[in-house]
């Protein structure tokens, strides 16, 4: 396919562009910190700045923080594996295979949903791949980060998107130039600016961009903007740690003081008080002068301190009324909190507390299941909303190549599955009870995808299939079913 000829009307979007951008613009903080706090390495704010100077002298103003944030996203994306995307026309597996491997999806789609879950939003831009002479090759699948892209939505209707933001820059201070192209769902609008852009839309001064020799307005014959966003709220995600931003300063707070305390436990910092009435011309102050000993010996021979250091000695200390030795912080008041703290990320963000915490005792797979369903309904809501997303971009890319209308299946790695002998017995119960083999099997982890085959493959010679047997799945793992199931990772 051809891209059709560039069209005739002028810039429509210069009235919203401005305000677009500042919105943009505007996003970017919030995107910064949900990376910052991901990645362990926000700043750490104290109330007094002596106690900054303090950490500074100790070289603790900038320690890496303890962070447990990033467990709050990673929980969930842990489960967010791709079995894979089928079509109901079998003769398109390979189109969809050749879209997955000239895109390297299966370590985009990865990155795109983890970078969906850490910051809130993630966009996918899909486009035509083209040669020399603007014919169709293949499709741009291309993940885009949301401080570069932001979409818009319809006024009238929230769920139509009306249009896209892409803007970066180039060059530097005398150089720098802002570029943005506004995606419509008939057109495509590429404007550039000179320097900064003035928050006051009036002073802004953009100008169609040409100077690649390709024209400021370009056509998009395919009657929809070319981006899909994946979210994890709407209109535009939260972070999934954004609850654990409160504990994890805290966390920060008490770790970095118990560090700065950790030396004078170690080595605690000691006193003697002067007794102003004592008589030190006694020979057992040599032992303390620089000018010992006072004999006449050599400084360098050795010599007898009156000091014995053997057990159960006795020190005759002249001169000092009191010795003794400063306490350091008791670590109890920094490491109890700390456990507190832990507790409150892991409700806060309604991610089990054995995510933060895995030295306590060993629950049963029953109970750890029970202490999961949360996190189980939140991953499934999200393998709802990427899975639907992710839908789209491939019908999309689809009909870009001009493929015939089919509809496209995502097959995700289960969240829930049963791996041990007492849920295999669980299920041998329900089975007896009369629950279908389907959807035991479901319970059981395997994907809807496998269970059809499977069912559709005993049909004929079996008229019951039975569920597997618990105990055989036990025996394959020495007396547990873990490890049982095997999932293809192929986006």
Known sequence: MSMPPEPEPDLIGLGTLSADYQELVNARPDYDRAELFYDGMIEEKYASPRVAQLLNR??????????????AVDALTDYLHLNSVTAENNALDNVLDDLRDSNDLDEEVPELLKGASKLGDAYLFVWPATDADGNTVGVRMEHQDPRVTRVFYSTENPTVMDRALQSWETGAKETLRIRANVYYADHIERWAHKGKVPKDPKRAKW??????????????????????????????????????????????????????????????????????????????????????????????????????????????????????????????????????????????????????????????????????????????????SFGSTLRRSYLFALSILEEPEDDITINWKPARNINDLQGWQTLILKRQMGVPDDVLLAEAGYNSADIDQWLAAQKNSEPNPPVPDAQNQASQVGGTTEGVTSYDNAA
């Open 58 to 71: 100790f070289g603790l103003n900038d320690f890496p923080s303890f962070n447990l944030a990033h467990i």
């Open 207 to 384: 100008e169609p961009f040409t100077e690649d020799g390709s024209p400021a307005c370009i056509a998009n014959p395919f009657g929809q903007v070319p981006y899909f966003h994946y979210r994890t709220a709407r209109p535009y995600g939260v972070p999934l740690h954004l609850n654990a931003y409160g504990p994890q300063l805290a966390i920060n707070k008490l770790v970095t003081s118990h560090l700065a305390t950790v030396d004078y436990q170690s080595f605690p910092q000691r006193f003697a008080l002067v007794d102003p009435a004592a008589d030190l011309g006694s020979v057992q102050g040599g032992d303390f002068s620089p000018e010992h000993p006072l004999d006449g010996r050599s400084p360098e021979a050795p010599a007898h301190s009156q000091l014995d250091s053997s057990p159960a000695a006795l020190w005759n200390l002249e001169g000092y009324s009191q010795v003794g030795q400063f306490e350091a912080a008791d670590p109890d008041a920094f490491l109890k909190p700390l456990d507190r703290y832990i507790k409150i990320m892991a409700q806060a963000t309604q991610v089990p507390f054995q995510a933060f915490d895995s030295t306590g005792d060993a629950i049963s797979g029953e109970s750890r299941r029970v202490a999961n369903e949360p996190l189980y309904n939140r991953v499934e809501a999200l393998q709802r």
